[in-house]
């Protein structure tokens, strides 16, 4: 098992910047993915950035530049604690969602993916308002 605990949201003015971390500590297994995603009410949670390896990372179109997901630990596994953060910079008021962490395991061979269904664990989440 994997416990995820985020913090680090709350309210900021549009163009500002925040920094959301998530305690990761588990058991993890190789092929490890650390994912951010967020939700809005009555939307789907959506994929903000994932990473995994020796630090490949992905992004959706919209957020490249503004967001940066960054983790302590290359390819954690056994038991371990993990740092996972996510810098966000020129915040609009669009970035306005829950945020939550979460770990999953990739196939061998295959990169992360945005799927939510493809990751096993998640925090409480963290809201973040822009103003």
């Known amino acids: 098992d994997v416990q995820l605990v985020e913090s680090g949201g709350g309210p900021v003015q549009a163009g500002g910047s925040l920094r959301l971390s998530c305690e990761a500590s588990?058991?993890?297994?190789?092929?490890?993915?650390m994912a951010w995603f967020r939700q809005t009410p009555g939307k789907e949670r959506e994929a903000v950035a994932y990473?995994?390896?020796?630090?490949?990372?992905?992004?959706?179109?919209?957020?490249k530049g503004r967001f940066t997901i960054s983790q302590d630990s290359q390819e954690p596994q056994g038991n371990a604690k993990i740092l996972l953060t996510l810098q966000m910079n020129d915040l609009i008021p669009e970035d306005t969602a829950s945020y939550y962490c979460?770990?999953?395991?990739?196939?061998?061979?295959?990169?992360?993916?945005?799927?939510?269904?493809?990751?096993?664990?998640w925090g409480q989440g963290t809201q973040v308002t822009v103003s």
């Open positions: 588990g058991y993890f297994y190789s092929g490890t993915c």
């Open positions: 979460a770990t999953g395991q990739r196939v061998r061979g295959l990169p992360c993916t945005t799927r939510q269904s493809d990751y096993d664990y």
């Open positions: 990473i995994y390896g020796r630090g490949v990372t992905y992004y959706p179109d919209s957020l």
